[in-house]
């Protein structure tokens, strides 16, 4: 290295230490001199780690002018960057332009595409991978099995661990444990614990990924029982996140006395600082009525972020607390719309709750229909035509005529609708054809989904067959993916390939074949 390029090294290298990566980037162009690789590498690593775009792109323009055939290994920590930068254009527009690309330059666009929440784009990319003639590795399945789950393709995943058994990495904690996620996402508990229980060593991701799939499947109790698995294991440093999980699964069975041995652990292990761990304390400790000790939770220093404010006023409010809940919430350094509703509605302070919609109008709290309803309906007796007709008026004017519907079976108990309320009513029906949520129930899209979900899940389908078939929409295509899968599981090939053909109609990315087969001779 010339003696400039040394120079200009050691100023970039200063700026980087006193904490300045714009000034350092900048630097490089001080000097018409190509600088060391390993710094181009370390300033592509802090770009992506600070999401800095500009930057990003000024370092690729400094390695390209000085370098023009770079190392492979270079364009793909600048790939990387552009993608935590959520940047895809400039990652794709890179990669198309590489000469030479390696399995690294792949895994790195899958990952951009996966970060950026385009995980059927990161699915067609793996599989472009292999037929480009490059083979997976460790890095690939990671990623891919990250996007099953957001997708919930369950079946994908399925002959995705199919080739990961085969080339051999299912000993592979991180993979493993993404096996594990993407199971218990979709619904398949067992398998997941089978994976889980097939671990060697399961590092901290891996307790936390199988006590969060239990938690969100119902099973809170065997949650709470895997959470002190692990720490009898004494290997394995807790996450905060899996301390929470253990909490709200208490909270949620009422394992009381389980969750304050959590908590003595987690202040043992130093986690209770942490919002996430204290959140869940003060909302465990408010559902059982002990108002102290979510007290003194809150009280900790780095416990008072704006969730936890207005979890422990709720909670004073809630049993009745209302001059402990009012004066928490005049200390509030900042409010939003449900600090409001509470320090409001539930002191009963109807008239003040009424007077600060102007007052937030002019902030930039954002007054939903929530709110209105929840002033509304606390009011009591204390309503009469003009509140009825308001609230009436408020839902229809925001097109919610499904709310309208409520409202008037509310309203319906307590008093006759006058001409006003009858102008509303009319609107709302003709807003939703409910010309006869008998019942006052109107069947609304996710009343469709959790049918769907019903039937497919206890293998009901020709009852899933007919439902679908009597709809009077066509079905989306979260719906048709359930059925697809369902079908899969119970081995019902004519419906599975209705759905598969109706979901090929929508052209997506990775088309849908229905082969009742083992999942595994994908590979």
């Known amino acids: 290295m010339g003696a400039n390029a040394k120079a200009l090294t050691n100023k970039i290298f200063t700026h980087l230490k006193l904490n300045s990566l714009s000034k350092a980037v900048s630097?490089?162009?001080?000097?018409?001199?190509?600088?060391?690789?390993?710094?181009?590498?370390?300033?592509?690593?802090?770009?992506?780690?600070?999401?800095?775009?500009?930057?990003?792109?000024?370092?690729?323009?400094?390695?390209?002018?000085?370098?023009?055939?770079?190392?492979?290994?270079?364009?793909?920590?600048?790939?990387?960057?552009?993608?935590?930068?959520?940047?895809?254009?400039?990652?794709?527009?890179?990669?198309?332009?590489?000469?030479?690309?390696?399995?690294?330059?792949?895994?790195?666009?899958?990952?951009?595409?996966?970060?950026?929440?385009?995980?059927?784009?990161?699915?067609?990319?793996?599989?472009?991978?292999?037929?480009?003639?490059?083979?997976?590795?460790?890095?690939?399945?990671?990623?891919?099995?990250?996007?099953?789950?957001?997708?919930?393709?369950?079946?994908?995943?399925?002959?995705?661990?199919?080739?990961?058994?085969?080339?051999?990495?299912?000993?592979?904690?991180i993979i493993a444990s993404s096996i594990v996620d993407v199971y218990g996402k979709g619904g398949f508990l067992s398998d997941s614990r089978r994976i889980f229980d097939d671990i060697s060593n399961p590092n901290e991701v891996s307790w936390n990924v199988i006590i969060r799939r239990h938690y969100d499947m119902g099973e809170e109790k065997e949650a709470v029982v895997l959470f002190f698995e692990m720490v009898k294991r004494n290997d394995v440093r807790p996450l905060s996140f899996t301390v929470s999980n253990a909490l709200c699964a208490c909270s949620r069975i009422s394992a009381f006395n389980e969750g304050m041995q959590i908590h003595s652990f987690a202040v043992k292990m130093n986690l209770v600082d942490t919002l996430v761990v204290s959140g869940s304390l003060i909302d465990m400790y408010s559902k059982h009525g002990d108002l102290q000790s979510a007290r003194n939770v809150f009280n900790q220093p780095n416990a008072k972020d704006l969730i936890n404010w207005t979890s422990i006023i709720t909670a004073y409010a809630t049993n009745g607390r209302t001059k402990e809940a009012r004066k928490l919430f005049n200390e509030m350094p900042e409010r939003n719309i449900v600090s409001y509703n509470v320090g409001y509605t539930h002191n009963y302070k109807w008239e003040d709750a009424l007077e600060i919609i102007p007052l937030i109008s002019k902030t930039n709290i954002y007054v939903d229909h929530i709110t209105i309803g929840a002033w509304f309906y606390q009011m009591g007796h204390l309503r009469y035509d003009v509140s009825w007709n308001s609230i009436l008026t408020s839902h229809a004017h925001h097109k919610r005529s499904e709310e309208v519907m409520l409202v008037i079976r509310k309203m319906l108990e307590e008093t006759s609708p006058n001409k006003h309320n009858l102008a509303t009513i009319l609107v709302a029906c003709a807003n939703i054809f409910a010309l006869d949520p008998k019942y006052c129930v109107i069947p609304r899209l996710e009343h469709y989904e959790s049918m769907i979900e019903l039937y497919a899940r206890y293998g009901y389908i020709g009852e899933l067959e007919n439902f679908v078939n009597k709809m009077p929409f066509d079905p989306t295509a979260s719906m048709l993916i359930r059925v697809f899968d369902a079908c899969h599981e119970y081995r019902h090939e004519r419906f599975g390939k209705w759905a598969a053909d109706r979901l090929n109609e929508l052209n997506p990315s990775i088309p849908f074949k229905f082969e009742l087969m083992d999942h595994r001779r994908m590979a």
């Not at 592509?44 to 290994?73: D, M, Q, Y």
């Not at 792949?106 to 059927?120: M, Q, R, T, V």
Request: net charge negative; proline share 4%; charged share 20%.
């Open 27 to 173: 630097s490089l162009f001080e000097s018409p001199v190509p600088v060391d690789i390993s710094l181009y590498a370390s300033l592509f690593n802090l770009c992506a780690a600070r999401r800095t775009i500009i930057e990003t792109r000024k370092v690729e323009s400094h390695l390209l002018t000085f370098n023009p055939t770079p190392p492979v290994f270079l364009l793909n920590r600048a790939i990387e960057a552009y993608g935590k930068c959520t940047c895809l254009d400039d990652a794709c527009e890179l990669f198309d332009e590489m000469p030479q690309r390696d399995g690294g330059s792949w895994n790195a666009l899958i990952s951009a595409y996966a970060l950026n929440g385009f995980a059927d784009e990161a699915l067609r990319v793996f599989l472009d991978m292999k037929r480009d003639g490059f083979s997976w590795n460790e890095v690939s399945f990671a990623s891919v099995l990250r996007c099953c789950g957001s997708l919930l393709e369950i079946h994908f995943a399925m002959g995705i661990h199919g080739v990961i058994v085969k080339y051999g990495f299912s000993g592979n904690v």
